[in-house]
């Protein structure tokens, strides 16, 4: 494993999880989350557990992020933080 | 400064990993939201999953799937080594971590849904409003 | 509690901090989790069960029963949602739209019904022209992903993959056959009831591969009691946990169109995304 990428994605990471929860806009929050599983999803796969990547992949990114978007568009997008 | 860069290089990976569940931690306790806190349940979860696989990871050891093994033929005489393979049973056991979380996730936002049409709120303290008005 | 949250993720976050410094090196490779158990899965892989995909092997043999109580737990996720959302009364208010001319039929009486086909289609409250473009290409895209989940399924033994994988591409598929065209479409082709059956029916397989083993004179999930009823004796392991995997993806595939119907039309069916 290269080190590089590891930090690199690592940081993606932790700014796509401050992004997502830090949004005003539920929609955005969808789509960033499903771009925090992505980088997840890469950082196991650099890992070498790649089972776990292509969970991931098909759950985390694919799967979840379509529910999260079922459930914004019968709720609401509107959050006050 | 000498015997501290290899500190670094050796634990920098658990620091991050901290940090990104302190992120999950502050969003379930502070955020106002339901689906907010819900996505830093998922955070937090993810930590810890990678916390997992990362235990497992082997320095010059390749993916956890037998080399020269297809079909199953006997004819490979090789010795298998241990420390040739990455670690392989964190994998496991997170991998039904994280098909569990998923189903999880679809659980909590049915409730959510269920919430939304019975309160038309998904923030906690106008939800705590309108049940302290029944 | 703004303030609040912020002093107790650092107190946390402090404690776990320290905590790091007794943790082993990155990447050591004789750290105590990689020293105790995981070297005889490693090195007897393929001696007991002929399957190069460790973390195959580990999931359905060595660890079956971790794997089967987590197929129960995704059969209780899809119960749960079904239970929280499904909703039997049906909307009272329907929207037909004339195909050759456009123009929309409000019909209030919940009980009139008008058969759709060629003249008429059903409309939500807001509905969108079907794209056409979207709709050929998800139509000729779906069988492709199908096969290809099939795919992951069946060689879970020897590539990344397996049925949990598998069992979610198959399921994202259907959910993108009711995206592309409507959600009716979906559910008039794979009836609820037979989404349910799916999903009990994975639980059964992989309840059932691990019980017959039992009256054949094993114990319970020990797949070499099967030799006498498989073609290859000699792969009895990785064809017991073949057949595994798939319960698994039924019950994943079920379970996954199952909470997205329910979500996406609040337990109604009728009308989605």
């Given at each position: 494993m290269h080190w590089p990428i590891d930090l690199i994605v690592l940081t993606f990471v932790i700014f796509c999880a401050i992004a997502a929860i830090s949004v005003k806009d539920l929609l955005g929050t969808a789509i960033l989350f499903g771009a925090y599983s992505f980088m997840m999803c890469l950082l196991w796969a650099v890992m070498g557990a790649v089972d776990v990547a292509f969970t991931e992949a098909s759950v985390g990114a694919g799967v979840s992020t379509v529910f999260f978007v079922a459930a914004v568009f019968r709720t609401s997008r509107r959050t006050k933080d | 400064m000498t015997d501290l860069l290899p500190l670094i290089v050796a634990k920098y990976n658990y620091w991050l990993y901290v940090i990104l569940m302190m992120i999950g931690l502050y969003a379930m306790i502070a955020k106002n939201n339901l689906i907010k806190k819900v996505v830093g349940m998922n955070i937090f979860q993810t930590a810890i999953i990678l916390f997992y696989v990362s235990i497992g990871y082997k320095k010059d050891a390749t993916l956890p799937i037998i080399q020269n093994a297809h079909g199953g033929q006997d004819a490979h005489a090789a010795v298998i080594h241990a420390i040739d393979y990455i670690n392989p049973l964190p994998h496991v056991l997170m991998l039904t971590a994280i098909v569990v979380s998923v189903a999880t996730f679809g659980v909590a936002m049915a409730l959510a849904v269920r919430i939304y049409q019975r309160y038309q709120t998904l923030e906690e303290d106008e939800l705590r409003m309108r049940l302290s008005e029944k | 509690m703004k303030f609040l949250g912020v002093i107790i993720v650092c107190l946390t976050g402090g404690l776990l901090l320290y905590g790091t410094t007794d943790f082993p090196d990155w990447g050591d490779p004789s750290s105590p989790a990689s020293t105790h158990l995981s070297d005889y899965y490693i090195e007897k892989t393929i001696e007991d069960t002929k399957v190069p995909n460790i973390v195959t092997s580990v999931l359905a043999d060595y660890r079956g029963f971790d794997t089967m109580f987590e197929t129960a737990v995704i059969f209780t996720a899809g119960l749960a949602c079904f239970i929280l959302l499904r909703d039997f009364r049906g909307k009272k208010e329907r929207f037909?739209?004339?195909k050759p001319t456009g123009v929309v039929l409000h019909v209030k009486d919940g009980k009139k019904t008008l058969t759709v086909g060629k003249e008429f289609e059903h409309m939500d409250k807001d509905w969108v022209p079907s794209d056409?473009?979207?709709?050929?290409?998800?139509?000729?895209?779906?069988?492709?992903?199908?096969?290809?989940?099939?795919?992951?399924?069946?060689?879970?033994?020897?590539?990344?993959?397996?049925?949990?994988?598998?069992?979610?591409?198959?399921?994202?598929?259907?959910?993108?056959?009711?995206?592309?065209?409507?959600?009716?479409?979906?559910?008039?082709?794979?009836?609820?009831?037979?989404?349910?059956?799916?999903?009990?029916?994975?639980?059964?397989?992989?309840?059932?591969?691990?019980?017959?083993?039992?009256?054949?004179?094993?114990?319970?999930?020990?797949?070499?009691?099967?030799?006498?009823?498989?073609?290859?004796?000699?792969?009895?392991?990785?064809?017991?946990?073949?057949?595994?995997?798939?319960?698994?993806?039924?019950?994943?595939?079920?379970?996954?169109?199952?909470?997205?119907?329910?979500?996406?039309?609040?337990?109604?069916?009728?009308?989605?995304?």
């Amino acid at each position: 494993m290269h080190w590089p990428i590891d930090l690199i994605v690592l940081t993606f990471v932790i700014f796509c999880a401050i992004a997502a929860i830090s949004v005003k806009d539920l929609l955005g929050t969808a789509i960033l989350f499903g771009a925090y599983s992505f980088m997840m999803c890469l950082l196991w796969a650099v890992m070498g557990a790649v089972d776990v990547a292509f969970t991931e992949a098909s759950v985390g990114a694919g799967v979840s992020t379509v529910f999260f978007v079922a459930a914004v568009f019968r709720t609401s997008r509107r959050t006050k933080d | 400064m000498t015997d501290l860069l290899p500190l670094i290089v050796a634990k920098y990976n658990y620091w991050l990993y901290v940090i990104l569940m302190m992120i999950g931690l502050y969003a379930m306790i502070a955020k106002n939201n339901l689906i907010k806190k819900v996505v830093g349940m998922n955070i937090f979860q993810t930590a810890i999953i990678l916390f997992y696989v990362s235990i497992g990871y082997k320095k010059d050891a390749t993916l956890p799937i037998i080399q020269n093994a297809h079909g199953g033929q006997d004819a490979h005489a090789a010795v298998i080594h241990a420390i040739d393979y990455i670690n392989p049973l964190p994998h496991v056991l997170m991998l039904t971590a994280i098909v569990v979380s998923v189903a999880t996730f679809g659980v909590a936002m049915a409730l959510a849904v269920r919430i939304y049409q019975r309160y038309q709120t998904l923030e906690e303290d106008e939800l705590r409003m309108r049940l302290s008005e029944k | 509690m703004k303030f609040l949250g912020v002093i107790i993720v650092c107190l946390t976050g402090g404690l776990l901090l320290y905590g790091t410094t007794d943790f082993p090196d990155w990447g050591d490779p004789s750290s105590p989790a990689s020293t105790h158990l995981s070297d005889y899965y490693i090195e007897k892989t393929i001696e007991d069960t002929k399957v190069p995909n460790i973390v195959t092997s580990v999931l359905a043999d060595y660890r079956g029963f971790d794997t089967m109580f987590e197929t129960a737990v995704i059969f209780t996720a899809g119960l749960a949602c079904f239970i929280l959302l499904r909703d039997f009364r049906g909307k009272k208010e329907r929207f037909y739209r004339h195909k050759p001319t456009g123009v929309v039929l409000h019909v209030k009486d919940g009980k009139k019904t008008l058969t759709v086909g060629k003249e008429f289609e059903h409309m939500d409250k807001d509905w969108v022209p079907s794209d056409l473009i979207i709709k050929t290409v998800c139509r000729i895209l779906i069988p492709f992903i199908q096969i290809y989940a099939m795919y992951v399924v069946a060689h879970g033994d020897f590539s990344p993959g397996g049925g949990f994988q598998g069992g979610v591409i198959f399921g994202s598929s259907l959910i993108l056959l009711a995206i592309s065209y409507d959600l009716k479409t979906l559910v008039n082709r794979i009836k609820e009831k037979v989404l349910g059956i799916f999903a009990a029916l994975g639980v059964l397989i992989f309840v059932g591969i691990a019980a017959i083993c039992m009256p054949m004179g094993g114990n319970f999930l020990d797949y070499t009691a099967l030799a006498p009823l498989v073609w290859d004796p000699h792969h009895v392991r990785a064809l017991g946990m073949l057949g595994v995997e798939i319960g698994v993806g039924f019950a994943v595939m079920a379970v996954m169109a199952i909470i997205y119907i329910n979500i996406v039309s609040e337990g109604r069916h009728d009308e989605g995304l």
